[in-house]
Nanobody
Framework: QVQLVESGGGLVQPGGSLRLSCAAS????????MAWYRQGPGKQRELVAD???????NYVDSVKGRFTISRDNAKNTVYLQMNSLKPEDTAVYYC?????????WGQGIQVTVSS
């Protein structure tokens, strides 16, 4: 069974940091773009960042300079390093990846930025 499993969320104070991880498991013969999305309270889901297999990255303007997406192709894992977190970063974060030519989503992980 192919799936994405996220980890690393939680509660952090403004200005703090968190690192999210998302590992793909199962019988996987191809992974292309991997991405992180988020959905805040009362908001639509938005793309936070994505990364191609070759390492090209793209970020939403609101996180540029604060978040860094990376991947380890040998481990089928994508990461999101989040620094200088703000209350408006509070959301459920979802991992997304093209696995075996099909789109998959993780179950979502809560990130709460609050003092």
């Amino acid at each position: 069974q192919v799936q994405l499993v996220e980890s690393g969320g939680g509660l952090v104070q403004p200005g703090g940091s968190l690192r999210l991880s998302c590992a793909a498991s199962g019988t996987i013969f191809s992974i292309y773009t991997m991405a992180w999305y988020r959905q805040g309270p009362g908001k639509q889901r938005e793309l936070v960042a994505d990364i191609t297999r070759g390492g090209n990255t793209n970020y939403v303007d609101s996180v540029k300079g604060r978040f860094t997406i990376s991947r380890d192709n040998a481990k089928n894992t994508v990461y999101l390093q989040m620094n200088s977190l703000k209350p408006e970063d509070t959301a459920v974060y979802y991992c997304n990846a093209d696995l075996n030519f099909l789109p998959y989503w993780g179950q979502g992980i809560q990130v709460t930025v609050s003092s």
